[in-house]
Structures are given as structure tokens and as C-alpha cells.
């Protein structure tokens, strides 16, 4: 039982990137989903969350700018960034709120100003 994220890279400020976390196992459908980040020499934070009945929550920082959504057929959890900031640099990790927590491994985005 795994999370594989995938869609970090460089951008450039303004730019969109689209971040895909697939899981393995049809039991993540009923659970809430989401991403955090860390940027360097900062603390974990949540960036977004989709529950099983796709209501979402996101920081505010990211509010209007960022997307989540979940495809249950395929078992993944996508986050479409749009009007990135270099504020928004971080290693971003997804995960699936079981009992404990399971983490996939973390996928670098870099925006540069």
C-alpha cells in the first residue's frame, strides 16, 4: 500500500504545475485526502483537503489560486496550482487519513520569481 507523488518542478512565478498522488488500494476512496508542504526551515502545513464527498478545505494562502480534486476510479488525489508565487516553494506530500496517517513521499515545486 503506497502513495506515488508526481508533477513537481520549476516554474516561474505566475505559472501553473499539477500535482497527481495515486494510491493503491480502493480503500482511500472513503477517506479524506489532501497535501501539505514544507518550505525550507518552516513548519508542515496544510494546503488542501477533499473528503470522501468532495467537500474541500484549503489554506488561505492558496485560496482562489489552488484546486483540489479526487478521481476515485483511479485512486488519485490531483492539486492544480495556478498563479504560483515563490512563496509557494516547498516539497509538497500528500496523504490519506487513515488510522495512522499514511504519507506518500514528497514532490519538489520550485517557483521562481
Known amino acids: 500500500v503506497q502513495l506515488q507523488a508526481s508533477g513537481g518542478g520549476l516554474v516561474q512565478a505566475g505559472g501553473s504545475l499539477r500535482l497527481s498522488c495515486a494510491a493503491s488500494?480502493?480503500?482511500?476512496?472513503?477517506?479524506?485526502r489532501g497535501w501539505y508542504r514544507q518550505a525550507p526551515g518552516k513548519q508542515r502545513e496544510l494546503v488542501a483537503s477533499?473528503?470522501?464527498?468532495?467537500?474541500?478545505n484549503y489554506a488561505d494562502s492558496v485560496k482562489g489560486r489552488f484546486t483540489i480534486s479526487r478521481d476515485n476510479a483511479k485512486n488519485t488525489v490531483y492539486l492544480q496550482m495556478n498563479s504560483l508565487e515563490p512563496e509557494d516553494t516547498a516539497v509538497y506530500y500528500c496523504?490519506?487519513?487513515?488510522?495512522?496517517?499514511?504519507w506518500g513521499r514528497g514532490t519538489l515545486v520550485t517557483v521562481s520569481s
Open positions: 477533499i473528503t470522501s464527498g468532495a467537500m474541500t
Open positions: 496523504y490519506v487519513a487513515l488510522s495512522p496517517w499514511m
Open positions: 488500494g480502493s480503500l482511500f476512496n472513503i477517506n479524506t
